[in-house]
């Protein structure tokens, strides 16, 4: 969890969200995010959320070219050489190339680079064992696109050369010459898939040349682990795969996919883009990072379950290892960068440190101190580096303004590596601080993430979580959504995982959420005070059970201050007084004008959820409840972002909530009158019913105490005689639950008309001796007890509350 924060919350007019709720049938939160990620339009979400975007292969130049290469050789049965790659997108691209040549009846070989002995990539030795070995056809898989100079010794030791692959190919442009699949050289609709699911393309469209059935969704099990694994955005066509494959993976005939579920504990029946990004990929990527990757290939590929099982209890045992491993570089960095000190940037170094394993440690130290690190492994005379950076700062860069020190480097701006001399690593360290220092400064940058939806404890609930699954398969490109909790308390923080995760509750007035912060054993320091906080909604699944998860991912103190409350003074006992002196005209309202404001019926869903997303949409909106000043001091200082309003200020001037383009209905109105006000208005705004059965019920229930008005007159009365000095607020808005100030304002004129008591210029109720306590004869008392009567009568009618 990031422990201080900036939040980025874009406009999401309430129009655009509700079009969607309307036409598409999402939940707000889902809504608000389709249109904060720029689909507000009804079409484009709705093709966006069917997840059914398809090209054809022939769709990428040259792969009739590359096709009839591979069939040449199959048909002439010379060796064809798969040439992988040791990441599970590697992995899983060697095994759809290899299992489609062998159903074509090639004599089909695989090799998967050793990340220590031979480097990523095509290589000279492997050309020439190749050669040796009498491989007549290479076929790359995730690497090869910048192979120009060992594409070029293949062809002249007679070997020919398809490459398929999606990395960048080189700056100055050059191509391998060979038949390239690429989804950007090849000019494909799409660019942004993965090598599997580019080695998928290839084979379906092998199949369908040689036919060898519909083989439009083969493998797709595969390319949706590799998609999530490799990090590619989760849009367009890689959409549809990783949806269609997570089905296909969840149902699979591979025993060694159903075998490293079992080790990895995953649950087939529940498999998500969770699963295969903390469970398989993990695994998979594990061989290749601390031996070598060949296990994962055969997992992939043995038909045999006894086979699969061992392998994968092997990658259990490889990704055990791993973690073992990272958690030792991660304790030794920490502690180099202890003896550092506060630096711009980092770049720590050991011989003892492996290097398949820096790169995920450099992402957990740089997520941890919010700086750009560089895990250097040392091996004798050089060092192979791994660095990570943080949001805003461009990693590659910085070491292109190091190159002088390095002997290579490459990468893009949030992941990069490097080579670098054994002594020449100081002189690099010193370089990379200067480079960080000249963006960053010297402070810690604060971490600003941007927001998709603005909510309340209330709605993180397990419907909500469920609605949300409408916008998966989520990963890179279209995270799960960050909702925005502002203003709330988070209370009863404990610990758990060991100390080194926190549980702990997140509360807006009375409703309240369970969230867990993972990567932090104690709330921030600011966290007494009111919260904004940036979290995940989740439903976890558990022993059977389902429940919503909140995630916290960061916080910040409060950005908003406390409610305003407009048509009536801002301080609680200055309120009080107008209302009990203005008493009489408050209780003659004119009838409000005819107005064309749109009612909305938001009566299912969280009230304050409900201010919430309207408040964050840009638009100004109000709160109106039959007690503004009570309402604000429930929420105890939480930010809502929107004035408050009393039904008594909107009835004694009904133009007073005509500049807010959203008036949130809080409680219900208490008459015709009342109900007419909600119309008034213009064009384009808007009144939401946003009551529930809990506010009706309560305010049925007030009105039925304050029928009784003779219990609450004895009260005020016992009060204020035994707290002669108290001031009148306090006296008359006491109460078990506490009096609404239309209430407190006729006990104490209903006091002064039978002259009980009197409210001084001091500010105190001023008891008179002798007075007569006969209810009966108060005019204000008989009125009241009908407008009580006529008020529950009106709650009661079916009718009277609808939209």
């Not at 820096?358 to 660095?387: K, N, Q, W, Y």
């Not at 309120?575 to 107005?595: R, Y």
Request: hydrophobic share 45%; proline share 6%; net charge negative.
């Amino acid at each position: 969890m990031v422990h201080s924060a900036a939040f980025t919350v874009a406009d999401a007019p309430f129009t655009e969200v509700y079009r969607l709720t309307s036409e598409l049938g999402l939940d707000s939160l889902a809504a608000q995010t389709l249109v904060r990620r720029g689909l507000s339009d009804p079409q484009a979400a709705r093709r966006f959320l069917a997840a059914d975007e398809e090209h054809d292969p022939a769709a990428f130049r040259g792969i009739d070219l590359a096709c009839e290469s591979i069939e040449r050789h199959a048909q002439r049965g010379s060796p064809i050489l798969v040439h992988g790659d040791y990441d599970a997108d590697g992995v899983c691209s060697t095994a759809i190339l290899v299992s489609t040549l062998r159903a074509m009846g090639a004599e089909v070989r695989w090799f998967i680079p050793g990340r220590r002995e031979d480097g990523y990539g095509l290589s000279r030795a492997t050309i020439e064992r190749a050669a040796e070995s009498g491989v007549g056809l290479i076929v790359t898989a995730d690497c090869g696109i910048t192979s120009v100079e060992e594409v070029h010794a293949a062809r002249e030791a007679g070997i020919d050369v398809v490459v398929t692959d999606h990395h960048r190919p080189r700056a100055d442009g050059v191509l391998p010459d060979c038949p390239i699949v690429h989804p950007v050289v090849s000019g494909y609709p799409f660019g942004e898939l993965c090598a599997a699911a580019v080695a998928h393309k290839v084979a379906v469209e092998l199949r369908r040349r040689n036919g060898l059935g519909d083989p439009a969704h083969g493998d797709l099990d595969l390319v949706a682990i590799a998609t999530i694994a490799d990090c590619v955005p989760l849009v367009g066509e890689n959409r549809r795969l990783v949806a269609e494959g997570l089905i296909q993976l969840g149902q699979t005939g591979r025993p060694g996919l159903r075998a490293l579920m079992r080790v990895s504990q995953a649950d087939p029946s529940a498999v998500d883009e969770q699963t295969v990004g903390f469970r398989l990929a993990p695994r998979l990527n594990a061989a290749g990072r601390v031996e070598r990757a060949d296990g994962a290939v055969e997992l992939l590929l043995s038909d045999d379950p006894e086979v699969a099982e061992r392998c994968a209890l092997e990658l259990d045992r490889l990704n055990a290892e791993r973690r073992h491993i990272e958690t030792r570089i991660r304790f030794e960095a920490e502690s180099q960068i202890a003896a550092a000190g506060p630096q711009p940037g980092y770049v720590l170094a050991s011989p003892d440190w492996h290097p398949g394993v820096i790169g995920i440690s450099a992402s957990r130290l740089s997520e941890r101190h919010g700086r750009p690190v560089v895990l250097v492994a040392l091996d004798g005379a050089a060092g192979t580096g791994s660095g990570r950076s943080i949001p805003g700062f461009n990693l590659l860069a910085a070491l292109d303004r190091c190159a002088g020190t390095l002997e290579r480097h490459g990468g893009h701006a949030a992941a990069a590596g490097c080579t670098v001399a054994a002594d020449r690593l100081e002189e690099f360290r010193s370089a990379f601080v200067d480079a960080c220092r000249e963006v960053l400064g010297d402070e810690p940058p604060v971490p600003e993430l941007a927001i998709d939806a603005v909510a309340a404890p209330g709605a993180m609930n397990l419907d909500s979580a469920g609605a949300l699954q409408a916008l998966a398969p989520f990963g890179a490109g279209h995270e799960r959504p960050r909702i925005l909790l502002r203003g709330v308390s988070a209370e009863s923080g404990r610990a758990m995982g060991e100390g080194r995760h926190i549980r702990c509750t997140l509360r807006a007035g009375s409703r309240r959420a369970s969230a867990v912060a993972f990567g932090t054993p104690a709330l921030p320091g600011f966290a007494d005070e009111p919260v904004d906080v940036a979290c995940t909604l989740e439903v976890n699944r558990w022993k059977g059970r389902e429940e919503p998860r909140v995630l916290i991912e960061a916080m910040a103190p409060a950005s908003l201050g406390p409610a305003r409350v407009v048509g009536e003074p801002d301080d609680d006992a200055q309120a009080l007084a107008e209302t009990i002196l203005e008493f009489g005209a408050l209780q003659t309202p004119t009838d409000p004008p005819e107005g064309v404001r749109r009612v909305m019926d938001r009566q299912d869903e969280d009230p304050l959820a409900v201010i919430a997303a309207l408040a964050a949409g840009g638009a100004p909106v109000a709160v109106v409840t039959r007690d503004a000043h009570r309402l604000r001091r429930r929420l105890g200082g939480m930010a809502v972002g929107a004035c408050l309003a009393s039904w008594g200020a909107w009835r004694s001037e009904p133009s007073l909530l005509d500049g807010f383009e959203h008036v949130v209905v809080a409680d219900p109105p208490l008459s015709r009158r009342d109900r007419a006000l909600l119309e008034t208005g213009g064009e384009g705004q808007f009144s939401h019913l946003a009551w529930g059965r809990a506010e009706l019920r309560s305010t049925m229930d007030e009105l039925q105490r304050e029928h009784d008005l003779r219990a609450a007159m004895v009260a005020v009365y016992r009060a204020a005689t035994l707290r002669p000095d108290a001031p009148a607020s306090e006296i008359l808005l006491a109460g078990d639950p506490e009096r609404p100030a239309e209430l407190a304002a006729l006990i104490a004129n209903v006091f002064a008309e039978l002259g009980i008591a009197e409210l001084g210029a001091d500010g105190r109720l001023v008891m008179q001796e002798g007075a007569s306590a006969d209810l009966e004869r108060s005019e204000l008392g008989r009125r009241h007890a009908e407008s009580v009567e006529e008020r529950l009568r009106w709650l009661s009618a079916p009718r009277s509350l609808a939209a």
